[in-house]
């Protein structure tokens, strides 16, 4: 019989749980990030099965830097859009 292939959800589930004396020794809040890191990973699932790394982590990392490189970006417009109306006023 043939091997099963995990999917990439699966994947990302299995990274997150391998990490977790990790993430019990954190406070309760830097566990809700973590947490809220992989939920993001998770959002990516079908780049990460396609890139198909041998070390799964990579693309679950990468995954989770575009998802915050997204968040400062909306903050970064967000300060920009709050001092154009500073200045106006």
Same mark, same amino acid.
């Given at each position: ?60 990392? /990468?995954?989770? $830097?575009? #998802?915050?490189? %997204? @968040? /400062?970006?909306? $903050?970064? #417009?967000?300060? %920009? @859009? ?8």
């Amino acid at each position: 019989m043939g091997r099963t292939v995990l999917s990439a959800t699966q994947v990302v589930l299995r990274e997150q749980k391998s990490w977790r004396k990790f993430r019990r020794a954190l406070r309760k809040e830097d566990q809700e990030a973590f947490d809220e890191l992989f939920q993001a990973a998770r959002y990516h699932v079908a780049a990460l099965s396609y890139a198909s790394k041998p070390t799964p982590l990579e693309p679950i990392l /990468i995954s989770m $830097l575009i #998802e915050q490189h %997204k @968040a /400062i970006r909306a $903050l970064e #417009e967000r300060v %920009k @859009a709050l001092e154009g109306q500073q200045d106006d006023g």
